[in-house]
């Protein structure tokens, strides 16, 4: 990387970490406030927090980058054809929050002609602050983090996660969430994805894998895991994108174990027998 584009990516970082620490302020002030509710379905919820976080990180960063397109959870955006995208979870622990379980994080990446170049989450409640660029490592309030050397799988710590369609849809999760069980030290659902793969790369967990995931809930902590030494794949062991719906990471050590108890995951059958589509 050049000196000048390293001063563009550490301006583009510098804006991030201060939307997200914003966002994160204003969500610790009004976490056990009243709150207005809504759903997106019969289970998924979002609440007035979320869309003022989205609204007050996207201003920040149209403001400092007006030519940069967005992809955030909210609100749809117009994608534009610019070679940089940012890619936002203005509240990843949604259900905690609106519940005042203190479990939840904002997520901002920046996408660079379908790379992810830089990575932000922030735990407001314990003011943890994990930043990642590409090819220059991953950070934990500016030190350095490495995932685990632990290994095996059976003396493992895992998390994982459910789909809000979990009671209609056969790719719940449930039969890997039982092998990983009797396969594994425990599994913890926090529910937070963005906030497991920070621990897969602080090396607080070992491995971490999920289902039905969106890019702005896997973009920022995939890269922090891939920069921290770890490896991210498919349920299939193939390269990741953040497009794909099936991610397993890891610290490397448990990577292979991890996806032998996923084999035959990547089809579920229902209970009559016909297999769900892809």
């Known amino acids: 990387m050049s000196t000048e584009e390293a001063i563009e990516v550490g301006s583009y970082l510098t804006a991030a970490t201060a939307a997200a620490k914003a966002a994160g302020e204003l969500q ?16 998924d919820l979002v609440t007035e927090v979320d869309r003022r976080c989205e609204e007050l ?10 030519d940069h397109s967005f992809l955030a959870e909210e609100n749809a955006y ?7 995208k940012w890619i936002i979870d203005p509240l990843d622990g949604t259900t905690n929050y609106a519940h005042g379980f203190p479990w939840f994080c904002v997520s901002i990446a920046l996408e ?20 990642a660029v590409k090819g220059e490592g991953a950070f934990l309030n500016g030190n350095p983090i490495r995932v685990s050397e632990r290994e095996p799988l059976r003396r493992s710590l895992l998390a994982t996660g459910f789909p809000y369609d979990r009671a209609r849809d ?13 396969e594994c030290r425990g599994v913890r659902r926090a529910g937070a994805a963005a906030l497991d ?4 790369a602080a090396g607080r967990l070992d491995g971490y894998w999920e289902c039905k ?6 973009a920022a902590g995939s890269l922090l895991v891939t920069e921290a030494g770890g490896e991210v794949t498919n349920y299939a062991g193939l ?9 397993v990471a890891s610290n490397g050590a448990i990577h292979q174990e991890m996806l032998e108890v996923l084999d035959n995951q990547n089809t579920p059958r229902p209970l009559g027998g016909e297999a769900c589509p892809p």
């Open 170 to 182: 056969n790719e719940n999760n449930f039969q890997n969430f039982i092998k990983f069980h009797l």
């Open 78 to 84: 117009e994608i534009g054809k610019v070679p940089f």
């Open 112 to 131: 660079h002609k379908d790379k992810v170049l830089l990575g932000v989450i922030y735990h407001p409640m314990m003011d943890e602050l994990f930043t």
């Open 197 to 200: 793969l920070a621990y897969v």
């Open 28 to 43: 610790k002030e009004r976490l056990w406030s009243e709150k207005e509710i809504s759903y997106k379905g019969t289970f």
């Open 213 to 218: 995931l969106k890019p702005w809930d896997v």
């Open 239 to 247: 390269p990741y994108s953040i497009y794909d719906h099936r991610i």
């Open 57 to 66: 990180i996207v201003e920040r960063l149209k403001g400092a980058f007006p």
